[in-house]
């Protein structure tokens, strides 16, 4: 089955299925190696770790693209990508669509805010117009080439407009052809547990460590309904944490060994890029 197909499948199973994103090569091996079914190839991310830059539309196309074909090439799982606005107008969307199913994309999200955009969870997010947002979509939809390609729609309405305004805008947004819906940065938990019951299509539900959306387990949000449980920026934070730790160690201890605890060890690090098998390809050809 290919990837598109197994990403589907999982969605359509609606068991709140948990995706975690990656924002490199590395980070992708390590949640294929711990036995996710699919990941996420974040903007935030790659922002974040690429640029040392906050998520406020930095990230152009060329860069998510570049990031998602190498993914592509280190991992077999599915991988959903973060197109953020879609890099411009409807036909910008087409584009981009095109450009991200190349590079081995088996979903794209698009959002619904104005350009440039900003992290879901920050303050101060403004959203194009429903008629804008339905077009894009509808450029999205008709841009891909194979039908197994699925297409997700956020909104990011619920900040500016209120729940209900969310609610009708993905509505507007299944109506379009949008496979997965995304209703970003509710903040109770009460419209959490509603937005299955009020969109038949499938949903992702955004669970970011300490921000707006209250948290729940991904075992609940399956029984609710949803599709995807997305935790995109897990990996990143707990880098983040794992590199301050380690080197508060070695600014103060003045070293760091195998054995604190702190780190991979040396073989570890090999199995995981691969190394054994780079050494049996290099017998083959000497």
């Known amino acids: 089955m290919s990837t598109r197909k197994q990403l589907k499948s999982l969605v359509e199973a609606r068991r709140g299925v948990l995706v975690p994103g990656a924002f490199n090569a590395l980070s992708a091996k390590v949640v294929e190696d711990l036995g996710f079914e699919a990941l996420y190839v974040t903007g935030a991310g790659v922002t974040n770790m690429w640029f040392g830059m906050p998520d406020q539309g930095f990230m152009g196309l060329s860069e998510i693209a570049n990031h998602t074909a190498r993914i592509r090439d280190a991992v077999s799982l599915p991988l959903i990508v973060d197109a953020d606005t879609g890099f411009g107008n409807a036909l910008n969307v087409y584009h981009t669509v095109r450009t991200l199913e190349r590079a081995g994309a088996d979903c794209i999200q698009l959002e619904d805010q104005v350009s440039p955009k900003r992290c879901g969870h920050f303050s101060g997010k403004e959203v ?6 339905v077009s894009k979509i509808k450029a999205a939809v008709d841009a ?3 039908p197994d390609f699925l297409v997700m729609a956020r909104t990011d309405a619920a900040a ?5 305004a969310a609610v009708e805008r993905a ?9 997965i819906l995304f209703v970003e940065a509710v903040t109770k938990a009460e419209e959490v ?3 299955p019951q009020r969109l038949a299509k499938p949903q992702l539900m955004n669970m970011v460590i300490g921000g707006k959306t209250p948290m729940f387990g991904a075992e609940e949000l399956g029984r609710l309904g949803y599709g995807i449980v997305l935790y995109a920026n897990a990996a990143l934070q707990g880098a983040v944490h794992g590199m301050h730790k380690t080197l508060t160690t070695l600014r103060d201890d003045k070293q760091v060994l195998e054995s604190s605890g702190l780190v991979t060890s040396f073989t570890e690090r090999q ?3 691969g190394k054994p098998d ?6 083959r050809y000497t």
């Open 160 to 164: 500016t407009h209120g729940f209900e």
């Open 271 to 273: 199995r995981l890029v």
């Open 193 to 195: 547990r509603a937005l």
């Open 128 to 133: 194009i117009s429903t008629e804008e947002a």
């Open 278 to 283: 780079w050494d049996e390809l290099e017998k």
């Open 171 to 179: 509505q507007k947004f299944a109506e379009a052809g949008a496979d």
């Open 144 to 146: 891909r080439r194979d």
